[in-house]
């Protein structure tokens, strides 16, 4: 009895733990550029955050860089 209790309160941990995963999973998938500030701490800069943000959920992707941008700030 004892054993099926503890069994029972690991699995609801294991559950919560994986919901909060799972939030988080969705969080950053929705937004690529906070993971890669976030988890990868990357200073990314405003253009780049668009760049990920664009590359993450468009199908076509296109962009033509230039020395120029590198300077933006």
């Known amino acids: 009895m004892i054993k099926t209790q503890t069994d029972k309160l690991a ?6 733990i ?5 939030i988080w999973a969705s969080f950053y998938r929705e ?7 976030d988890y990868l701490n990357l200073p990314l800069k405003l253009f780049q955050s668009f760049l990920i ?4 959920h ?5 962009f033509w860089a230039a020395r120029s941008q590198l ?3």
């Open 18 to 22: 994986l919901n909060g995963v799972a």
């Open 71 to 73: 300077m933006l700030y």
């Open 11 to 16: 699995n609801e941990k294991s559950e919560k």
């Open 58 to 62: 468009n199908s076509h992707f296109m």
């Open 31 to 37: 937004n690529p550029q906070r993971f890669a500030k």
């Open 53 to 56: 943000f664009a590359m993450m």
